[in-house]
C-alpha cells in the first residue's frame, strides 16, 4: 500500500487525532487543527540536526532562482489586484 507510505500516512494520523480530540473536548476544530501541526513539527524538528533545522526555519535565499522570484511576484500581484477588485 504505497499511499500510506510518507507524509500521507502522517495526515491520516493528524485527521484522526482531531477527531478524536473534537469528540472528547469543546475546542474548535481550528484550534485543535493548529494544536496538532504545531506538535507535529515540534516532534520533526526532533528528527533533525541542527544544520537541518536552521535550513528548516531559516532556508536559503542564494537557492532562489530568477523566474521563481518573477513567477512569485506576478503571483503576489494578481492576489492583491483580486482581492482589492473583491473587497
Not at 48 to 64: Q, T
Not at 69 to 77: D, E, G, K
Amino acid at each position: 500500500m504505497i499511499f500510506l507510505k510518507g507524509a500521507f500516512s502522517f495526515v491520516i494520523l493528524g485527521i484522526f487525532l482531531i477527531w478524536i480530540f473534537e469528540r472528547r473536548t469543546r475546542l474548535p476544530t481550528e484550534a485543535l487543527t493548529a494544536i496538532v501541526f504545531a506538535t507535529g513539527v515540534a516532534v520533526a524538528f526532533f528528527f533533525l540536526s541542527v544544520e537541518e533545522a536552521e535550513a528548516a526555519l531559516a532556508g536559503n535565499i542564494l537557492n532562489i532562482q530568477l523566474n521563481n522570484t518573477v513567477f512569485s511576484v506576478a503571483l503576489c500581484t494578481l492576489i492583491i489586484l483580486i482581492v482589492k477588485k473583491l473587497f
